[in-house]
């Protein structure tokens, strides 16, 4: 779903974050309104919207005083994720995809990019990591934070600098990649039922779109992968059953949550 938002400044910005806020309404096709000394939910009672982005100083901050959400980049689990790999616990998501260096990978729900910079650091510098959004609010703020987001240590950096990532719906961008342009394609869509507990999940699940992932599109995407089309899902989901393909299961990081692996 996409969200009416406005764009707007801190309080007092420098010169330079009126013209970043500017760039930011246009890349996001919404009006950019003057802070002055408004509260948000001022702002947006003037202006009649539910969001509004705020370019502050450290990063931009996505508001909706109405439903209480607040969000922004940051690259959530990955850091963890690729500490562990490095202390040689793997990742499930990593073996689900059988992932190793110099392997391309296209990532159809790119969400906050967490599993994205995972995938990245794994297939490295001779690998390709391509990661497609289709909520513009949440692509934009991913693409921005994958380029500019400071963190340590510089692989890690590096990681998150490499990805290729755009604003897009998989259902118009695999149609138009290359057979066997891939080595894995992967989907991560939003749980029918929720089951992270954690905040930052109920904020992408409210702001991400919650298309369940059809047959079509699994047909395409095995179209455009060379190995296989990896499906992360809720352990028990009803899918696995109603998909006309074989699907071998992995387990994720928890019981509760598996790896549906489906071979070209
Ligand atoms: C559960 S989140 C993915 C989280 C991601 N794996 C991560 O590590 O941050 C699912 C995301 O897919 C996006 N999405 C849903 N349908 C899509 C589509 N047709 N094309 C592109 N993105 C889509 C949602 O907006 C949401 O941001």
Known sequence: MTHHLVVTTSRRPAPKLIVEAGQWAQ????????RGDCSLPTIAA????AGILVVGANRPIYYEPDRGIQYFFHPSMAKVRIHNIKSGRGDPMITAMGLADGDEVLDCTLGRGADAIVASWIVGPKGKVVGVEKVPLLAQLTIDGLQNYEIKPTDVAAALRRIQAHPADYNHYLPKSGTDSFDV???DPIFDEPLERSQDMAVL???GDEEPVSVEAIEQALRVAR????????A?????QQLPFSVQLTSGTTSRIEYGV???
């Open 27 to 34: 890349r996001l096709e919404a009006k950019a309104v003057p």
């Open 46 to 49: 003037q202006e009649n919207v």
């Open 185 to 187: 394609v992967y989907f």
């Open 205 to 207: 699940r409210a702001l």
């Open 227 to 234: 190995r296989a089309v990896v499906i992360k899902q809720r």
């Open 236 to 240: 028990g989901t009803a899918l696995w």
């Open 262 to 264: 489906i071979s070209v």
